[in-house]
């Protein structure tokens, strides 16, 4: 695992580092153990009107190391399912996410 600082990635700026930080990503393998998803679930459920699908494009292209527009737009595509089922869990609230059998 890397212990490379955040910054090092491209496209990641201080505010989006800070964040990282907050929600337990402080270096590059971490993100990269995690992946851009899981990270953009964490931001999102931190921040909710702060972060929205650039990020989570933006965090994907980091750790590719190209810019986000640059993503093909296959994975565009799967990133935007994956935006919409974590805005649906949000949307539910924490009780939805657990069933106690």
């Known amino acids: 695992m890397s212990d490379a600082s955040l910054e090092t ?3 990641i700026g201080p505010v989006t580092q800070g964040w990282l930080t907050e929600v337990g990503i402080h270096t590059v393998g971490e993100l990269r153990s995690i992946g851009a998803v899981e ?11 702060r972060v929205n699908l ?5 965090l994907e292209a980091a750790l590719r190391g190209c810019h986000w527009l640059d993503l093909p737009q296959d994975v565009k595509t799967a990133l935007q399912h994956q935006a919409r089922s974590i ?5 539910r609230g924490g009780g939805a996410r657990c069933t106690i059998a």
């Open 9 to 11: 990635l491209p496209g």
């Open 39 to 49: 990270a953009y679930r964490r931001l999102r459920f931190m921040l909710p009107r």
């Open 54 to 58: 650039n990020a989570l494009y933006a």
């Open 87 to 91: 805005d649906e869990a949000l949307r």
